[in-house]
């Protein structure tokens, strides 16, 4: 298996995760929180994916999809190409307001095609290119990518948790 199959498929893990995580539920259930201060479905889904943007853009040097599309108005919120989610408070949390399970999908799948695509392009040697001297050591490609990978599958399984709670309830 080539370096492209194998983040490719390890990527193509995250969109069923997150459809399952938010299919079926009202934009009522995907606000809300489980316990105050804790982060809701939708919340949780948005992130990952601006995570996913936002740093994927990055590599590419290229515009986010949040901020070329319509998808900040469906969300309640700015196009601010900086605003993934890091940091907020509860406050900021619920100003995330998807209009459906939908839109959080479509997202979702808008910026994976443009992960798919990069990630098709790269050669194995690529992934030792560093991204980000801002850390000791810097940041490689490889790392980026296995970063924004872990933090989506690691939001993905606490969506389909608190979906859970959501059911329970």
Do not use: K
Request: charged content about 25%; overall charge negative.
């Amino acid at each position: 298996m080539d370096v492209n199959d194998l983040l490719t498929e390890a990527y193509d893990r995250v969109p069923e995760l997150v459809g399952s995580a938010v299919d079926g539920l009202t934009p009522e259930q995907l606000r809300r929180a489980p316990a105050p201060g804790a982060n809701p479905v939708g919340w949780l889904v948005w992130h990952l994916t601006r995570i996913q943007d936002h740093h994927v853009a990055d590599l590419l040097g290229e515009e986010q999809v949040w901020v070329s599309g319509d998808w900040a108005g469906r969300f309640g919120l700015p196009a601010d190409p900086d605003d993934t989610g890091y940091g907020h408070t509860p406050a900021r949390v619920a100003a995330v307001r998807p209009d459906s399970a939908e839109v959080l999908v479509d997202y979702h799948r808008a910026v994976v095609e443009r992960t798919r695509a990069f990630l098709r392009g790269l050669r194995p040697a690529d992934l030792d290119r560093v991204v980000d001297e801002a850390w000791d050591p810097p940041v490689t490609l490889g790392v980026r990518l296995v970063s924004v990978l872990a933090d989506d599958l690691q939001h993905a399984g606490q969506a389909g948790y608190v979906r859970g709670l959501i059911e329970r309830r």
